[in-house]
């Protein structure tokens, strides 16, 4: 029942790692969640995430109860109707910017007006080309836009099919070790941070596990700002990235601010307004309300000491 | 005696065809009944619906007193083609559906000596000729002991000299096991040889033409003047109807 | 003795035994769908798990008032089209080659054979290195697809088929070609028809991977961008008209196999003459 | 007149032939990858969007050392031959009852040929909810993949039996059950077995959906991950991988064939008699 | 007279079976040889060899001067079974390979009626009797008159009317086409009113027993003394060699 309170607890911890949340690879890499729930007799179960949908799917089918992903994709499912709520925010990545090849004339996201440009629909990447086009006074009516899976734009991009792609790490810094593709277009803002999520009813019923889980986050967090070296290392193996990738791939993670609040806010209402013009919100949603319900501090304030 | 084959006014038509009109033809225990006829003019089919393979338009049929619906067990049939699975050999086939455990397969190597097949036990189809084939399906259609064999051609392609001795096989079939048997031939000289009683049929549409019965003891002698006396009035037969569909 | 075997009565066989035959095609279909809605009405499943018919068909209604709907079908069904074409068309002279000529086989199955074993998603990549991302690389994706179902089944189909009926091609002076024309295709054609029917199958289930190359359009691309937006009714939209395009397809190949089959003293045959 | 036809000597039928013909095998596959190592050395293709072959074999090598390979190539045989058992297990009644019962055709073929029509991909978010994330939802979608070849080629093959050989079963007094077991699986065991390896196929295809169910290892989680990380070595060393294994169990399958079909008198075995 | 099949020391194995062992034969321009043997001797075999789709392990096989080394346009084939393609009509069968253009279908038109199909020229093969298929096979093996016919057992489903006539026939294509023929039958009379020559094989491994010329000339009346007594001879040759066999 829900009365249970701090005695109430699930079978066992089930939580995500993806290449994308370095600190869930630290966690899992020092093993520091088996850590905190052995002596509860808890085991812990991890899944691999390869992206934010498939972490949402596990998530609403109940198959793991902490999923990380990116802000605009659990706002997409809260609107959607998928009951989840984000409780730490792991990062806040500059895992995408605007990209074109070495020898490109493209300086200026101005200069994409009547190009090509490769996107994969409702993630990150894609709300960030369209904000990035906002800025220059264009619409997605002024570029042509080609969906392609993320390593499938950075192929078509090398190859010239299009002119300019909206890139996603560790593809994006690969492109630039590779080929010199250039990152012309730059603003973490425009990034919807990284998003660890539980479902509402899960945190309803075991607020203690989501807390203890939490402090897990807490400490790798501390510890990838002490260490930075140290954890692109673990990024690297984990991750089967070159070191330089990794190094690469960590410069643009910022982890210090871990708790949702005003900041997360903005920046997906930001977000909302493009995904409900691009009709990927269904009509007759109040997306400021759903913000509303998708944000749920209260966990992350407890654990985080300033 | 007891009838064991009763067919009357059947009529059986093909889509348009029409290829047997009331037919009567009646089969007691322990006869051996022959049936020629022109080729085509419905011999084969009329033994598929005795076996209980075909529908039919009109009239009834029963074996041992019992409407036919469908394969009766105590029929067995020896089709005109040989109908082997080719996947099994010869002695499987023999043995269609049973296990072959070693009394079984003596009981079936015996058969198979009797067919002058003794080397050929555990050969495949494709390994046969035309006339060993057919001797494999006459010895499938015996093995099961069935109380009335329906024959269609079953000696039409082995020489002269291993068709004596199956009809003879056949005859001592009859004696020992007392199985009835409706034998379809376009061989005269067999039919008169074997029969109690010979069953002419005319063109398609088919009817009973006449039957002519052979009253006559065996062992026969295949040469005795009778006999021929009998194979002139079969041939003649034959040969009227051939001369009125001519026309 | 009573009267015995009586045809049936030619009306049951005719249209109407066809028309019974086609309600208890729906028997199936409608108990499952029903079985569906209920539980979602019920609460057994959250509807954005999985929606209820109801509104799977509701967001069907729409996209087709919207006249978007439309679209991503005729879009799939031509590339599934040209892709199935040309597939085929590949198939059946490697087929033929490899059905008749033991070194042909020797030379060319053991590579066809490998390469079959790549997945549709393991050729996008490489066909977007090939063909950059127009409507060539999506189609060859189908090709490949449909080229291999057709190409296994007619070599097995040309294998099994009797020596006996070649032969009398060969004694009847029949060239190489002739007997090719008159006897190994049109006795391998169940085979052949079986092949036709698996690689249609294998083209629409191609297609989702060759609409991942760079589509905004088609029902493959409908259902990965739904999946990328968290809408269970749109993927739930795409797989039913997926299953009942695919469904559509098979029916006409039936049709045609059905047609073509006549000939045969076969189990089919003998249930459809009675 | 001379001597006319004498038969080859014994030794060229016997081992030497055959390995000539293994030996043909090769041609093909050596000379693609030739073309490909020197494309990618010639600087025509760029190495990190295709490495050429010694950079796959490089890699396949140190994931070999390092253990890892035997896992993802051990994890994928399991599931595919899991789920390929069950698919086929499945398959086999089902099958038997849509070729045999007209009724059981109306009533199953027809939701059975649209469930056909969903890709791999649409199954797994369904398989998900329904099953989690374990290995039950990974098999069950191998075992759907399997499934359809083998059945749709299975009804066929029974449905083209030959009429008569079933009236020899009936005449002979067998019963229904002997006449599946005596002459219609074996009556459509050829077409059985091209269904059974395409079954194979589709269950190799399909584990690459399959392992996208939250994975992390096998060759299809491979595969995923190596795109996912821009690793085209990876993603090669993954497709080489699935093919030679597809093309390793297809040709389990390709001598199973040849032994239980060598009482045919056709094309095929008439070649490998001579 | 210019020999149009010679066969030299023939000899023929399946794989440890001796089917035929030095085997002479030679059948000349216009000549009709009937061929007879116990089943399963190798007759079937030898008309193979003589189609070119046999290998053989000894001796030697000439069409018209010309070694054999696989089917020859000049040599037609009517196989033991009937072997029609059964997705095809009787007259697709018959022309097998080629359009049938009106014309072409009239030619067949006529020959089909000539073997009593009349009515049947667009039926399935399915739809045949056993005799009825046997007939259009042997029409297929006319149709491309051809320089020698291999026919093999040709009439033994068909009655013995229709098989007179079929007789009669052949015997009309060898005297206005000048074809020449090897026959297999089992039938003895057939063979010795048929044949110019008989020969007679002998059991597995075949061997030529012995030819009986049979030099009367046609029409020759089917109860002749000088056949009758023919007849004898051939059949005491088959039975001295079963016996011989049989020991
Ligand atoms: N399945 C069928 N469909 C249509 N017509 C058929 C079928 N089976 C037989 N027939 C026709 O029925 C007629 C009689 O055939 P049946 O096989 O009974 O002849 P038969 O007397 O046995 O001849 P034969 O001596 O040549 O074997 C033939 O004209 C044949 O064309
Ligand atoms: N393909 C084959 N493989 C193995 N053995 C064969 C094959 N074909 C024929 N035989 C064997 O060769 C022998 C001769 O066969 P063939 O068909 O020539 O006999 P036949 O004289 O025509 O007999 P029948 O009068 O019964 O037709 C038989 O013992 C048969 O078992
Ligand atoms: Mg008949
Ligand atoms: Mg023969």
């Known amino acids: 029942g829900r009365s249970g309170g701090a005695a109430a607890r699930p079978p066992e911890i089930r939580l995500d790692y993806a290449y994308y949340s370095p600190l869930s690879l630290v966690i899992k890499h020092h093993g520091w969640m088996e850590e905190e729930f052995q002596a509860d007799g808890l085991p812990v179960k991890w899944v691999l995430s390869l992206g934010s949908n498939k972490a949402i799917e596990y998530l609403a089918s109940e198959s793991a109860d902490f999923t990380s992903t990116a802000g605009a994709a659990a706002l997409l499912a809260r609107s959607n109707g998928i009951p989840l709520q984000v409780v730490y925010i792991y990062s806040k990545p500059e895992w995408t910017a605007l990209v074109t090849r070495k020898d490109s004339p493209i300086r200026t996201v101005a200069d994409l007006k009547g190009k090509k440009v490769a996107a994969t629909k409702g993630t990150d990447p894609y709300i960030f080309l369209l904000r990035a086009l906002d800025t220059a006074g264009l619409s997605q009516s002024d570029i042509e836009l080609v969906h392609l899976q993320h390593p499938d734009g950075k192929a078509a991009l090398d190859r010239g099919e299009v002119d300019a792609w909206a890139g996603l790490d560790p593809h994006m810094a690969q492109a630039n070790l590779e080929s010199g593709a250039r990152l012309f277009f730059r603003n973490p803002d425009f990034n919807t941070y990284g998003f660890l999520n539980v479902r509402q009813s899960y945190a309803d019923r075991y607020p203690e596990i989501v807390k203890r889980v939490l402090k897990v986050y807490e400490r790798a967090r501390r510890w990838a700002l002490e260490h930075p070296e140290e954890t692109a290392r673990i990024l690297a193996e984990q991750a089967k990235m070159s070191p330089e990738v990794a190094r690469q791939v960590l410069t643009r993670n910022d982890f210090r601010n871990p708790i949702p609040g005003e900041e997360h806010r903005r920046g997906l209402a930001a977000a909302s307004r493009i995904l409900v013009k691009e009709g990927l919100i269904k009509p007759g949603v109040d997306p400021e309300k759903v913000i509303g319900e998708l944000i749920r501090p209260e966990f992350a304030r407890a654990v985080v000491q300033p | ?247 | 003795m009573a009267q015995v075997m009586v045809t049936r009565p030619a009306v049951r066989t005719g249209a109407r035994l066809r028309r019974a035959g086609r309600a208890e095609a729906f028997i199936v279909p409608v108990v499952l769908l029903a079985l569906w809605e209920t539980a979602s009405r019920a609460g057994l499943v959250q509807a954005y798990l999985l929606p209820p018919p109801s509104a799977v068909v509701a967001y069907l209604a729409s996209a087709l008032l919207s006249g978007e709907l439309v679209t991503h079908v005729a879009v799939s069904v031509m590339r599934v089209l040209a892709g199935f074409s040309a597939g085929v068309a590949l198939a059946l002279p490697a087929a033929v080659a490899v059905g008749l000529s033991p070194r042909a086989e020797r030379l060319l199955d053991p590579t066809l054979q490998a390469i079959r074993g790549i997945p549709s998603l393991a050729w996008v990549p490489l066909l977007l290195l090939w063909m950059g991302i127009d409507e060539a690389p999506k189609v060859t994706l189908i090709a490949i697809g449909a080229f291999f179902p057709f190409y296994l089944n007619l070599v097995a189909g040309i294998h099994g088929i009797d020596r006996k009926l070649v032969e009398v091609g060969r004694v009847q002076g029949l060239s190489q070609l002739q007997i090719i024309r008159h006897i190994l295709l049109p006795g391998a054609l169940p085979s052949a028809l079986t092949g036709l029917r698996a690689g249609m199958n294998m083209a629409w289930l191609f297609l989702v991977a060759a609409e991942l190359i760079a589509g905004t359009r088609g029902l493959g691309f409908l259902l990965t961008d739904g999946r990328e937006l968290s809408r269970a009714d749109i993927v739930l939209g795409a797989i039913l008209l997926l299953a009942l395009l695919g469904k559509f397809f098979d029916g006409i190949l039936k049709v045609l196999e059905n047609r073509l089959l006549r000939w045969r003293d076969s189990l089919k045959e003998a249930k459809a003459d009675a």
Not at chain 2, 65 to 77: E, K, L, M, S
Not at chain 2, 130 to 146: E, K, N, S, T
């Open chain 2, 1 to 247: 005696m007891r009838e064991v084959l009763t067919v009357q006014g059947l009529s059986k038509w093909f889509g348009e065809l029409e290829v047997l009109r009331g037919v009567d033809l009646t089969v007691r225990a322990g006869e051996v009944v022959c049936l020629v006829g022109p080729s085509g003019c419905g011999k084969s089919t009329l033994l598929r619906i005795a076996a209980g393979l075909e529908t039919v338009q009109g009239g009834t049929v029963a074996v041992a007193g019992t409407p036919v619906r469908g394969p009766h067990p105590a029929v067995g049939v020896v089709f005109q083609e040989p109908r082997l699975m080719p996947w099994l050999t010869v002695a499987e086939n023999i043995a269609l559906g049973r296990r072959l455990v070693p009394a079984l397969r003596a009981q079936v190597a015996e058969l198979v000596v009797e067919m002058g097949l003794g080397d050929f036990l555990d050969a495949l189809p494709k390994q046969l000729s035309g006339g060993m084939a057919q001797r494999v399906a006459i010895a499938r259609g015996l093995f099961h002991h069935p109380e009335l064999l329906l024959l269609d051609e079953p000696f039409s392609a082995v020489d002269a000299l291993t068709r004596m001795r199956l009809q003879e096989m056949l005859l001592r079939v009859v004696r020992t096991r007392g199985t009835t048997m409706l034998l379809v031939t376009h061989d005269v000289d067999e039919a008169v040889y074997l029969a109690d009683r010979v069953v002419v049929m005319s063109p398609r549409p088919g009817r009973i033409r006449c039957e002519i019965p052979v009253e006559l003891p065996h062992p026969r002698s295949r040469h005795s003047p009778q006999l021929t006396s009998l194979r002139g009035r079969v041939l003649a037969e034959l040969l009227g109807e051939w001369d009125t569909a001519a026309d």
